[in-house]
């Protein structure tokens, strides 16, 4: 009977074990979710600002040509 109890003891253990485990990686698991989510929304803001940037850039040259051929 004591070995038995031992054995419950031990897997007892074990489990609550692998339960702080588990809770532990779903924690984690969320907080990776929630930080690639922010990283998703600064990446869609910078692709915004870089195409801003880019058309700014397009419209400069091209009012630098059209200057350049007016002289």
Known sequence: MRAEHTHLSILE?????LLEYCQRLSEENRQLRLHNQELLTERVGL????TLAR??????IARLKTMESAS
């Open 55 to 60: 058309n700014r850039i397009e419209a400069m």
């Open 13 to 17: 253990g074990r489990i609550e074990t």
């Open 47 to 50: 692709i915004e600002k870089n």
